[in-house]
Structure formats: C-alpha cells, structure tokens
C-alpha cells in the first residue's frame, strides 16, 4: 500500500509555527521521520495560504526535497500555490486534492497532466459530502471523465470515498466501505483501460473518539479497507501498531513473503 504521511500540517501548533517563521528544522525532521517509519509520500498541508501562498509552497517543498529524498503531496486550497509547488518539486508529486466541482477539475486535471503529477479525486462537491454511496459513484465517475478528457493515466489518478467520524456518522463509515468497493468496480462499469487508484483519509475515522480508541480504530478500520482492495492512505506512520497492522495484512494476504522479522523492515 501506498502510505501517505499526514503530520507536516498547518494545523499542528509546531508546523504551523515552522512555516509562519520559515524554521526548516521541524518540517525537515517531520519529514525525516514519516519516511523512516515507511512513508512513500509526505503531505505538506499548508491550509487555505491565501497571502503569499505560492511561496510558502515552493518554500517547503524546496526545503524538505533538499534534505530529505521523498516526493511530496501538495495539499492546499490555493491553486497557484499548488503549481507554485509543482514547479519545483523533484520527481512525481501528488495533489492533494480535487472535488467534482467542475471548475475544481478544469484547473487542476491539466496541472496533473502538465507537471505529470498524481492527483486525488475526492467525492465531494460544491453541495458538500454525499448522503449516499450512489451519489459518491456519480461524483467520482464525473471526476475520472475529467482525468481521461485531461489525458491523465488512471493509474496516477487516486479516488477518495471520504472517512467521516464514526463517532458522529457511524452510518458514514460503513458507507465509504461501500463506496470504495464500488470504486473498484469502475474499470468494468466505464469501460476504462485500467483501474484508477483509491485511497483514503484514515485519521477522519477515530476523530471526536477518545485519544485511548484512536489507533485502534484507525488499524481496526485499515484492516478492512485493506481487505476489499485499498490501494493507498494518508495516516500516521508513526503510529507503530498501525504501521504493524498493515504490515500484518500484507504478510496475511500473500502481498509479502513471511519472514519472523518482518515487522523490522
């Protein structure tokens, strides 16, 4: 699975301090230690970045790549500041994301193209998060139309089912089970030549839980997206029992060859 590692966020007191002063030591140790704990990827959240977002993204992609051999996601609202990034980014970056809403996907399916990035498609629209599995379907279905009119390979492109709380929307989760199962029949449905990617959010799953359930419920709820095709997620890799369970999976369902030791690689 492709683990996409969530912790350089705005959101955290010390990241958010880290970009506002330009202090390269906690995003770059950040960074550092989400690969060693077996990130692919590091998502750089920098928030809305509404003032001088463009170079606030190039400043932390540039900072992070030049110490730290990882591509990155770029995650912001901020379209420039999205190509700001993509503009210096060394090798295949991700974007982190786009919705259904078609002037969402006119201006960053061509990014994706252009820059030869990999682009998550999230099911969600101008109307906000869809009650129902089948409007999830339609939504993602408008956004692989997007990605096949734009020429971005579907195996580039990463669908999202959206996690939700299943302390506030206990119906939600089980509903993006669904979805991610649908999503994984698209390539039949459409006619595609190959099968796009899907991923997930996985910390939504256990928010508003009690701190002592999180990581249970975050492996517990890995274990079965796993288990019906998951393809790639944006968790904490630091999160070692977490970081177990999927391992575990792997070696379960023959993805990886056993070994007493595997849990050390």
């Known amino acids: ?7 350089i966020s705005v959101t955290s007191k010390v990241v958010g301090d880290s970009l506002r002063n330009k202090d390269p030591e906690p995003v770059i140790n950040m960074a550092k230690a989400q690969k060693e704990a077996g990130a692919h990827y ?15 993204m190039q400043w932390v992609v540039t900072t992070i790549q030049n110490a730290v051999d990882i591509p990155l996601a770029l995650d912001t609202k901020n379209i ?20 259904g809403d078609q002037d969402k996907l006119d201006a960053l399916m061509p990014l994706a193209k252009k820059y030869n990035a990999k682009i ?5 629209n101008e109307k906000g ?10 939504i993602i279905m408008n956004i692989v139309n997007s990605a096949l009119e734009h020429g971005v390979p579907l195996k580039d492109l990463y669908l999202d089912p959206i996690v939700l709380p299943v302390a506030v929307l206990q119906e939600q989760v089980f509903n993006c089970i669904e979805g991610l199962k649908a999503f ?24 508003s839980s009690p701190p002592e359930l999180k990581s249970l419920i975050n492996r517990t709820y890995v274990t079965i997206l796993l288990s019906h095709g998951l393809d790639s997620a944006i ?24 070994a007493h030791s595997y849990l050390d690689n």
């Open 120 to 124: 998550v498609g999230i099911a969600l």
């Open 184 to 207: 994984k029949q698209l390539k039949d449905l459409m006619e595609l030549p190959e099968e796009p990617r899907t991923i997930v959010g996985l910390s939504n799953v256990s928010q």
């Open 235 to 258: 968790l904490d890799p630091l999160d070692r029992e977490l970081m177990h369970s999927i391992k575990t999976f792997d070696i379960l369902s023959n993805r990886i060859l056993y």
């Open 129 to 138: 998060v869809p009650p129902d599995v089948d409007s999830r379907i339609e």
């Open 80 to 99: 420039s500041a999205i190509e700001a990034g993509l503009q210096v980014h060394k090798g295949t970056a991700m974007i982190n994301s786009v919705t």
């Open 42 to 56: 590091v998502d750089v959240n920098i928030g809305p970045a509404t003032k001088s977002g463009e170079e606030l």
């Open 1 to 7: 699975m492709l683990i996409v590692g969530e912790n």
